[in-house]
Structures are given as C-alpha cells and as structure tokens.
C-alpha cells in the first residue's frame, strides 16, 4: 500500500565533500515541491549531529518518515540508521540515499551530472520510502532446554557446559552407555589419557545435574517444530518421550570405516582395522613383535576424497600403546603424509620418532602389498623417500580407516531439515559460524561435523554449548533478529493469500526451506516460517505473479525506482 | 520493420548518441564493497548507472529486468557474490541459472545479451567494480540503440 | 581514569582478531560486558589483511566484516583499538587491568574519510585504516609525524589533535580471554632461505599483501624486484617450522595457505609455472583435501616433496637459484625461479612489537595452550590453528568463563 505520510529529507553536506559537487541547495529547492517530502534539511555533517537531535527532527517532521542522503553505508550510513533506530525510529521509515561514495565522489568533475544524479537517486530512494512496510516480527517463547543428540565427547561437554549453566538438557543417546567411540578405543591420542579419564568431568556433570536427563536406548521418532521450541518423540526402551528444546545440539558422531576388501583384510589372520587394534589394546599387552600400519586406508582416493585428521594421532597414539606393551616390539607406519599439524601433534610425532617408531612414506599409485598364506606374514613396500623396495616382517597389519558420516543419521536429517554435504556429514555454515548449521537453533559439533580428536570435540562441543546459551537464555526469540551476521535480517517474505496460486516454486527454491504449501479452503496456499525466512528474496523471483513478496522491497518499489532512475 | 531499421542506422552515427542508461542491481555484500571502494577511491566513472542495491542478487527478478529494458535503460547489471561465497546458502547459483536463461530469452525478443551484465565474486575490489562498468558502457556504446520493437516486446512480457 | 567493576562484571578480551570477535560477540549476546583490547587501529587481525581464505576462496574482508559491525555496534562491547595490556593485578575475585590506549591522534568516530589529512601530510605519516576496513578511517602514525599540524588545519571535523597523548586506562574485570593471534617470524636467522638477499623472496603474508585483488598491483602477479611477470615461483613450506633452530611445531595453517596462494596465481596467471616444496601436506580440515584436488590437481602446479637446502639470488637479475632434493625420485636439482614464497615462520603475537606489556606464561613452544594460569586462551595464541578451529576454541573460552561465574559461586 503506497503511503500518503510524507517524508522529511535529510542532505548531508559533509563538510563540503558532497556539496562541494552536488547543488544540495537545487536539490532542496526541486525536493520541497515533491509530493512525497514534508520538508528538507541541509547539515554540514549528519553523522557528528547528535543523533538525539536528529531522531527529534525527523519524529518532529511530522510522519516519522526520513530519507538520508548521505555517505555510503559501508561509511557512516548504516551507524547514522542504526543511532536512529536505537531512539526509536521505525527501521522501515528510514531509507539511506548514498550520494558520496556512489555520486559525488565519482563524478568530481561533472556537477550538473552528478546533481542530476543525485536528484535520481533520492527520487528512488523516496519511491522506496513511500512504499516501504516493515516486515512483521513473529516472536516466539523460547523454552530454556536444549537436546543434545548423542553422549560421546562432542555431547557430554556440550551436555555438561549446558547443565551447568542452568540451561535444563535431554542428552539422547543411542546406545546404552555414554561416551560414544571413546568406550571402543584404548587410550585418548594424542595425550594418551585413558577414555574414562577424558570423559570423567562430563560424565561426573551429567550425573549429579538434576537438570541434565540422560535419555539411553533412545531413537528419535520424530521432529517438529522450530526455533524456540522444537517438539521432538522419543522412542526409549518402549517408553515415549516428548521433549520440547529450545534448541538441538547435534553431536552424533562418525563411525569407523571398515577396511572391506583391502589389504587382504578378513582373508589373512593378522590383519587387523585400527578398531580392532584398540580392543586388544584395551585388554591388555598385545604379543605382536612387528607391527605395520598402514595409514590413508579407504581415504584420500577416488571414492572419498578427504582426509580424516585422526587417523594419523591415533596410529601414533597406538604405535607408542603397543610399545609400552611390548618395548621390544618393531612398529612400522606407513603413510602418505603424517597428518600432526598444530603443536601438540607435531610434538608427539617426534617422540614417537625418538620412541625408535619409524615412518615410511608410500605413494598413492604405489600402495604396500600384504604377504602371507593364512597369516598375514610381510608387508612389501616402495620406500618413496628412498627408493628401495622394502619387505618387512609382520605379525599384526593394522588398516587406518577414516571415520566416514554415519548412515543411520539420514532420517534425523530429513526430520531436522538438515542437509548433509557429498560426504554425508552435516552442513555447517562456512568458516565464523563452524558450529552453526542452515537451520536456525539446530548446532552441530564433534566428528558428525567432520571428523576430530576428542579434545577438538570437546571444544567443539562447548562452542556449540555457548552458541546455544545465547539463544535460549533468554525469554523470547524474534523472528527478525535470528541473523548470525546482521543485527536484523532484512526482511521475512509475506505471501498475499488470495493471489498465491499454490504453484510450489517458493517452497522448491527457498534455501532454507521457509517455505511450505498449506491447504487453505481447498486450495493449496504459500505460508512462510519467519524463523527459517532470512530474507534473500529468492522466492520473490520466481513467484509467477508476485504473490510473495518482501515488504521492505516489494516488486513495484523496484518499479517504481527503475521509473525514477532517470529523469 | 522499417522503422526498426531506419533507427538503427540513425542512432549508428557518432557523437549523436548520448550515454547508455545502465541499472545496476548491486547484492549488499559483495557487489557494494566493490562499488563503496570505488567511491573511497574517487574513480571516476561514467554518469550515466544507477544502483539499486538488493539483499541478495537472487532477489532480482526477471520482470524488473525486462521492464528496466521496458523504460528504456539499455543495460541492466546484476552483481553478486562468487559462488560459494553467498551468504544466503548459495541462493546466489539459482540466480546465475536464472539469468543466463535470461539473457537467451531476451535475444529472442531482440535484446542482445551483451544488454544483461552477470558478475558473481569479479566486482568487489573497488579497480574490479570500476573495470566492470566502463567495460559494460563500452560494450554498449557498440550496441545500436534499444528499438521501438524490442521495446515493445518487453512491455508485453512484463507483469502486470 | 578507572572503570568500577559494574554489575556486569566485565571480561576483559586482549585481541580483536577473528577469535576475539567472536569470543566477545558470544560473551555479549549472552549478557556480559566485554572490554576488547586490540593491539591495531582496526578489527580483524590477521585474517582481514588476508587477500582470500581457504577453502571458500570469500575475501576476508566480506566474510568479517559483518562480525566486525556487529561487534562495534553491540552496547555491550567496549572496543580499544591502538591498545594494550600493560600489567594485571589481582584483587579478590577481579583484575586489575591496566591498558595502554592510544594515542589516537585521529579521533575515529570524528573521520568523515575526507582523506584532506592525508592529501597534507608532508612526511607520509597518514595512512587509511586499511584496504577495507569498518568504519572506514585514517590513523596517524606517531611516531614517523613530524608534528608540522598542517593535518589539523584542513581537518573539517576537529577529529585530529596530533598532541594527543596515550591513555592509561585502569579496568576492573572479572575475567580474561587471550586472543591475540599470530605475526609473521623474521625468518633470516636461517641462513638458507636467503631472506633478505632478494626481494623476490619473500614471507608468505608478505606474499599475499603483494597478490592482493585489493593491493598494490590489483591481483596482478609481478615480480617485486622490477615489476615484470614472473615465469616461476616456488613456495617453500616449512621455512622456519618444524625445524628445532627456529620453531619445532607445525604452523598447521601454512600448507592450505601456500596451496591457495598457488591456485590463485595459477588463477590469474596460467602461465606462471608454480611449484609447492612441501614435507607432509597437511589438509585435515573440512573439505580442505578436496580443495587441493579440485584446485590444484586441475590447475597443474607441482608438488615436490623437499625442504630446500639453500636458496640464493643469482647474479644480477638472472632471478633465484633454489638448491633441493626432490625425495620422492632422490635426485638433487637445481632450479631457477623468478619468485620465492616462504612458509611456516608464524608465532604468536602477544603485544606490540617494542612494547613491554604484561607477558603471560608461555609453554616451551610459545603458546598458551599448556601454560599454567588463570585465563583461557583461543585461537593461534593458544596453539597453531585455522580459523574454523580459532573460532571454535573462542566460542569454547567464553563458555568457560562463564562456567568459572557459576563456580565462583554468582
């Protein structure tokens, strides 16, 4: 609905910056007789004015409506609209005219242009004002709970930090015992404390926190809900279990790939994956006199191209295990690239080297070769840095495998929204929101994510703790203000009812999946969730007859601005 | 079809022509970095463009661009971020997709494509912005004008 | 002028880099107050000088600076730029802290980015903030100022005053967060990587200010030593790392940065021949393997597997001489290359250079990560790390002193 409520205008001088090229005076004169402006005001420097000041100027025009013109937002622009809204002023009054950086500045030479230019761009900057409808907040109670979805390393500290910051948790698990892979290795690399040591304070947190539910056994029948309040059916031993979270910290971990038709795995005795390795380790000294790992197992090849970031600590970590088992054991670890970056691992590699564990490096076209009849018996490989060919006595080959994204994990994604990238761990948001995914409320942290050493889930695990706090903590979540990188998001998309045709294209192309179809009357109609909408305007584009639109920059502003572009 | 013609040789001659009018769709993040550093660099730059910035660049929708083309603007930019870079969960490829379409369909109505200017992740340094749009007011200028025909055209195709 | 430990017991934040930020936003939106130290006249340490990041290729100034804005925007963050921590003392369950800020000789919430200052100043001494920077500013620098005050004269706003003194600011906090990040380590001690004998050899950020989209040559890649276009470079890892004279740790973030750095001068200019001299190549971060397949293994650079044995500058303009042993075919070789790109001398950077201020307790490599005290650390200062794990490790160390709150019995 176009406004009748006028305008003030707002000219910034900026001490001779902008009118030293642009005739504000002219444009003051033209923009007094427009039909959308109250009244125009020239100042030498918007910014340094008391923003107490200006609020009362433009609340005191008449409409509470202001158009700026000003420097770019990137400048002072956007903390001039932010001071003013901070007073009060309704963000969707204001509209910010960049007439510095985007005209005066680049066109010094041409003051006739550049005020033509000007008085263009303020005559679209007033097409938007006039038209311009905040768009509506939806708020929601947020409840002060949160799940977490499975109690290894990356959940129990989330779990824990949670509890004990009063923050009440479901810690749903799927199996009986929390702890995740740390119950099936032997020792925590690289600081080789025992799973039980590691684990000790999170577990000791989750026990005696009356606020922390740990739910075992359990399966997640179903999802519901957003932001705020996500209402999720527990399946735990039989019993149903409906918890209602504020948010979801999903921590469900990787599984361990086995190495299924390499390397004579499961054809030779002797040969072994690295989990088995752990659970001999676990029971006590292994008797094997010549050990061989072989590292990048199923890994950084065709058929997954990554690298898993643990494999390599952890055959230390096992190397120097069955060393102290055994001092007069030979271990050999054949690699590809020894994977200790940091300090710490990079420390730990060289006491492994001085521990006597030596290291032979092969190439990806040159794997080793296993030797042996019913036991496995040699380990023949091309030493790429020597260019010998070794043979090397074994009685134990033991397969690094990476851990690769669980496939049991597939239906909690659908119910969740998430979506997984082509390896199958959870997508996150790139690099200063590591622990955040596209679905508003819903963290992720530990190997789900990528795969990490305990320690780092652990970290994780906090991060993921602390983005959660910030979020349920308090009383109420609005719709608008779930932006990680704004202070508001821009707009939340409003669908006109009775045009929406129901033809699907906004809920097949939204990102973030806002938007779904209702059926209304018969018919099947558009409803946006303003806690998913970020405000991209995607949908707006494909909409075939503008039925969805966003209120902050509707179809017909644009119009109307393309209009006024060129006067 | 004789007027088309006989426009096309009339505006064909030099000097007589004046600029082309160019929109700019610039996305809030990328595209107006580079567009504010040109600013804070003092390049100067034709006149004769517009920016009208937008959240996102899949904001823009077909129809603003054809009526841009309808009013009489004869170059419509769309600048983005690089794909990867979108900060709305890559909305910025469905935009690219789009408008590649686009831009073949406009040819079909006599718009030549050189009119609709895509750059995703190329403008956001302030020398890359400035290149962008000179080099777009170049390739214009070797366009002949924006005929009634096509105009025509795209006032047809534009929604209600 | 002493600040009172308010109700909200503020933390006190020394870093205003990647990990600072977000340390101080997740410490605010959870109600805290947070003071930010930062060391420079801007936000966004390191990472924001940075020309691309791996593995998304954003530029770093898009990617930050919507945290930066945030940070600078939120009521509950006070920011100190030009700033450091001189002493701590505590006192009961606070700190005292005193920081050292300024002198701003530039008053930034007065620069209107004229640029008038700098048109002036006959010494050179003013330069902007930074290529990108919010707000946009001009600083001063004290100590090349010759005092002349033309700058003050044409200054429209009153925001210069080049007589400006530091400030000695005392702050009660409860407590503190390390986050001051890494610097680059002068690398000539080892005799042979020949930094310092040509310009064309070079540290790898100094490297990538040089190939910077927002630089000097505007993403251009040309040789330093007289401007032409290079036909070779070789980037060298491990130059200064994993080596007991200088640094025994793994700088963890060099071999992603050395291949990214490789790829977008391949990008910009196919033709330049681009060789990485690595020993183990490190790419365990999220998709950052794939990123060495898709961008590497397509633009055809080549990887050699040797930590050079001397590098030297060839007579006159003839380029650089690189002496290695490729160790995967054990041959000893001699190359020519007309740039060199050393990697791997990073190491934390807890103040200003030249400046005593409080030093807290380093392990034997220099970190903070197993260093006995009171205050968490994140992010390179802790132990050597990328970004994705800095802010992880950031988001971790405000819980934790939140956690400490609750213990401390509030």
Known sequence: MASKRKAICILCRCYGEISDVIDLDSLKDMLTDHPSVSSVEILDCLCLEAVEGLSEKIRQSGTGKALIAACSPIARGDSI????????????????????????????????????????????????????????????????????????????????????????????????????????????????????????????????????????????????????????????????????????????????????????????????????????????????????????????????????????????????????????????????????????????????????????????????????????????????????????????????????????????????????????????????????????????????????????????????????????????????????????????????????????????????????????????????????????????????????????????????MLMQSFS | MGNRISHGVEGHRQGERRAPKVIVFACRWCALIGADGAGKKRVQLPLDFRVIPVECAARVEPDSIIRAFSYGIEGVGVLGCHLGGCRYHNANHRAIKRLDLLKKLLATVGIDSGRLLTSFGTGHEYHQFAGILKDFFQELRGLPPLDEWARAATIDAIKV | MASEPGPLNPVLLIGGGAAGITAALDLANAGRAVHLVEKGPTLGGQIARLDKLYPTDHCAFCLLWTEVRLCRQHPLIKLHTLSFLKDITRQDRYLNAMIIEGPHLIDESRCIFCGRCEEKCPVDAIKSVGEHAYPPSYVIDADVCNGCDECMKVCPTGAIDIHRQEQEIVIAAEQLIWATGFGDADISPLKEYGYGTHPDIMSSLEFEEWIAEAGANKGTILTRHNGSVPKSIAFIQCAGARDKRMFPYCSSVCCMHALKQAQWVKRRSPAVDCVVFYTDLRTEGRHYYEYYLREIRGTSLTLIRGRPGLIYPLPSGEGIALRYEDTLSQTREMRRFDMVVLNGALQTSLTRPGITGHVPTLDGEGFLDKAVGHYPACGFCKEPVDVEASVAQASSAALHTFLKRERNGK
């Open chain 1, 81 to 560: 609209l932010r001071g003013l809204e901070q007073r009060g002023l309704n963000p969707a009054d204001l509209e910010l005219v960049d007439i510095r950086e985007g005209c005066a500045w680049i066109h010094k030479d041409y003051s006739k242009g550049a005020t033509g230019k000007a008085w263009d761009l303020i005559n679209m900057g007033l097409a938007s004002l006039v038209r311009r409808e905040g768009s509506e907040d939806a708020t929601t109670l947020v409840r002060h709970e949160v799940m977490v979805v499975g109690a290894g390393p990356a959940g129990l500290a989330a779990a824990a930090s949670l509890g004990q910051l009063g923050i009440k948790v479901h810690l749903v698990e799927r199996s009986k015992r929390p702890g995740g892979m740390l119950n099936l290795i032997s020792r925590v690399a690289p600081d080789e404390t025992s799973p039980g040591e590691k684990l000790a304070p999170y577990l000791k947190e989750v026990e005696e926190n009356a606020g922390i539910t740990y739910y075992p056994l359990a399966r997640i029948a179903s999802a519901e809900g957003t932001v705020g309040n996500f209402a999720i059916r527990l399946q735990v031993d039989g019993t149903e279990h409906m918890i209602h979270a504020g948010a979801v910290i999903i921590a469900t971990g990787a599984q361990a790939l086995l190495p299924q038709g390499l390397y004579r795995y499961k054809e030779l005795e002797g040969v072994l994956s690295a989990i088995e390795l752990e659970r001999h380790l676990k029971a006590g000294p292994v008797k094997a006199r010549r050990i061989v790992f072989i590292q990048c197992v199923a890994a950084r090849d065709q058929a997954r191209p990554y690298c898993a970031a643990i494999c390599c600590p952890v055959s230390l970590k096992n190397a120097m295990g069955l060393r102290k088992g055994n001092p007069e054991a030979e271990v050999y670890i054949l690699h590809r690239d020894i994977i200790c970056p940091g300090s710490t691992l990079e420390q730990y590699y060289r006491r492994t080297m001085a521990e006597g564990i030596r290291f032979i490096r092969f190439e990806e076209q040159n794997p080793p070769v296993i030797e042996g009849t019913d036991h496995v018996q040699a380990v023949r490989v091309y030493d790429a840095a020597t260019g010998i060919m070794r043979e090397l006595d074994a009685d134990m080959v033991v397969l690094s495998t990476p851990l690769s994204a669980r496939r049991d994990t597939h239906g909690l994604a659908r119910m969740l929204g998430l979506t997984r990238d082509h390896l199958g761990f959870f997508e996150v948001q790139p690099l200063m929101h590591p622990v955040e995914t596209t679905v508003p409320g819903i963290f992720i942290c530990g190997s789900a994510r990528w795969p990490v050493l305990a320690g780092r889930a652990i970290t994780q695990g906090e991060a993921a703790a602390m983005k959660a706090f910030c979020l349920v903590s308090g009383q109420e979540i609005a719709a608008l203000g779930l932006s990680q990188f704004r202070g508001e998001k821009f707009a939340i998309a409003r669908v006109d009812r009775e045009a929406c045709t129901g033809c699907g294209n906004c809920v097949h192309i939204c990102p973030y999946e806002a938007c779904t179809l209702e059926p209304v009357n018969g018919a099947s109609k558009s409803r946006v969730d303003p806690m998913h909408c970020t405000g991209c305007g995607t949908c707006v584009a494909v909409c075939p007859n503008g039925s969805i639109q966003l209120p902050e920059q509707d179809a017909q502003v644009i119009g109307e």
